[in-house]
């Protein structure tokens, strides 16, 4: 990969063995990264990025105007996000073990020890987020091995700071970020597709998009959806 420059955008170019030219404006702070056949150069594809100017700046100006969350502390009152609702984080202290529950569809209880620690909370909420993701999971792999004709060896939650989801083609194992508790249970599901995929078809080529329109039609809608909701502090893409 290498960088081109127009106007005064640095854009990404990775030259694939693709057919057609693909341009992605990138979460969270919109850098362009355009996918180009082996045999187009560079002036080409200077060309190809101004023509598309004006969808381009649109699309960082969405990013720029995309909620994003302050560094959560983990105290009552905060927003917290679960399968993609909002909830008000409640903290309740007492001497027994720590507990999280939802409760009337509106808070999230944090049953914490009196003169716990920030980290601590956050802790007992990310352990939580992480026993809730494992329990989800396991009936969507099993439904899209049987889907797509592959199967895992293993599949693993991950806190990831890069990527909603990794696969190791060789090992046949997906990791899904941690941070996909938090968002619609379709994007977990479109991530789980999206690296499932890989085991037949390696890279983000025309192959490998055939084959996203074939298994799960919508994955445009749902990546979209995914890369606009309201961003963390640490700022996740995809």
């Given at each position: 990969m290498h960088h081109i420059k127009v106007s005064d955008l640095l854009i990404d170019v990775d030259r694939k063995q693709i057919k057609n030219l693909h341009l992605s404006v990138n979460p969270?702070?919109?850098?362009v990264h355009i996918a180009t056949p082996l045999n187009i150069d560079d002036d080409a594809v200077r060309l190809f990025a101004i023509s598309r100017l004006g969808w381009i700046r649109k699309q960082q100006?969405?990013?720029?105007?995309?909620?994003?969350?302050?560094?959560?502390k983990f105290v009552s009152g905060e927003s917290h996000y679960f399968m993609g609702k909002r909830y008000l984080l409640n903290v309740i202290y007492r001497k027994r073990n720590p507990e999280v529950i939802i409760r009337n569809k509106t808070y999230i209880d944090l049953f914490v020890r009196e003169n716990s620690s920030q980290l601590q909370r956050q802790r007992v909420l990310t352990e939580?987020?992480?026993?809730?993701?494992?329990?989800?999971?396991?009936?969507l792999i099993n439904k899209w091995q049987e889907i797509i004709g592959v199967e895992l060896n293993d599949?693993?939650?991950?806190?990831?700071?890069?990527?909603?989801?990794?696969c190791n083609i060789e090992g046949k194992?997906?990791?899904v970020n941690l941070e996909l508790?938090?968002?619609?249970?379709?994007?977990?599901?479109?991530?789980?597709?999206?690296?499932?995929v890989h085991l037949l078809e390696r890279k983000h080529n025309d192959r490998f998009v055939s084959l996203m329109d074939q298994f799960i039609p919508l994955w445009r809608n749902y990546r979209d959806e995914l890369n606009h909701f309201?961003?963390?502090?640490?700022?996740w893409k995809y």
């Open positions: 969270p702070n919109g850098r100006h969405k990013f720029e105007a995309q909620a994003r969350q302050s560094e959560r939580w987020y992480r026993k809730q993701l494992k329990a989800m999971s396991p009936d599949w693993r939650v991950k806190q990831m700071k890069t990527k909603w989801g990794t194992r997906i990791w508790a938090k968002k619609p249970e379709h994007c977990l599901e479109y991530i789980v597709v999206h690296e499932m309201p961003l963390s502090f640490a700022e």
